[in-house]
């Protein structure tokens, strides 16, 4: 049976609340893949909400396990003159599963104006081998086209440190921004190369800001992951996303439990 694509999914939402039965195909373990599930919130906010401005920032809270039939709950916390903040509650067969909250703000002038971020030099992702072949990795994965720029892979021993190009491989009819929030989760915790064999992993949070919106769902971008520090089971990791002009479109932060 052929995945459902992004589009596909989304297009699934239905009912009042909105309601979709957690794909297989977009799993990871025992719950739906991470940045499917903040992409699937900020599907249900701009639909129920048709007229937010741009999404500025985005925090996330990965409760328990997003399976089975879910439910997902928008609602505006605050609307103010040029700024609307969104929250959404997933709902899972255990109970909470995702606890959201969107920042949107509309553009203003400003006499500020500076971007202090460059992008790694990296070869063209056609020039790169892929780093899953077909039935390796998390189910989710499948979804996406990765290749291997510099760091460490996993349980290699290597500097727990990611640098890859990705990008979705079916993004036919997809909305560009949700597919940046699904894939932008799409890299291994940084902290997988330093594992003396393989373990257990369960992302705690996800905060990033948006430094601009994307405009193409097929798009290759340049995804970075870094794990800062670890230990007593928790890792701290950066993590940054550019389009393939060098531009930064993404930046965040998160927070995995490790069993091993």
């Not at 599930?37 to 920032?57: E, K, N």
């Not at 971007?115 to 998390?138: F, I, M, S, Y």
């Not at 193409?216 to 870094?226: H, I, K, P, S, Y």
């Amino acid at each position: 049976m052929t995945a459902p694509s992004l589009a596909q999914v989304v297009a699934s939402l239905s009912g009042d609340p909105l309601t979709l039965e957690a794909p297989p195909a977009w799993s990871q373990g025992r719950t739906l893949y991470g940045g499917m599930t903040v992409a699937l919130a900020w599907a249900a906010a701009a639909r129920s909400f048709a007229d937010l401005p741009p999404l500025r920032s985005v925090q996330a809270a990965f409760v328990g396990p997003a399976a089975g039939r879910l439910t997902l709950e928008p609602q505006v916390l605050r609307r103010g003159k040029s700024a609307t903040t969104v929250g959404v509650d997933v709902r899972g067969e255990a109970g909470l599963a995702a606890r959201l909250t969107f920042f949107c703000g509309a553009a203003r002038p400003s006499k500020v104006g500076h971007e202090r971020v460059q992008a790694p030099a990296a070869p063209a992702p056609h020039d790169l081998p892929a780093v899953l072949k077909a039935g390796q990795g998390p189910t989710f994965a499948a979804n996406y086209d990765i290749r291997h720029v510099s760091g460490g892979l996993p349980y290699s021993g290597g500097d727990p440190e990611f640098l890859m190009w990705a990008r979705m491989r079916d993004a036919d009819g997809a909305d560009p921004l949700v597919s940046l929030i699904a894939l932008a989760d799409v890299l291994p915790p940084a902290s997988m190369p330093a594992f003396p064999e393989p373990g257990v992993i369960s992302t705690l949070s996800w905060s990033f800001d948006l430094d601009r919106l994307p405009d193409d769902a097929a798009a290759w971008f340049l995804c970075r992951a870094v794990s800062e520090s670890t230990g007593e089971g928790y890792s701290r990791q950066g993590m940054d996303v550019w389009d393939a002009d060098g531009r930064r479109v993404l930046a965040g932060r998160q927070t995995v439990a490790i069993f091993i």
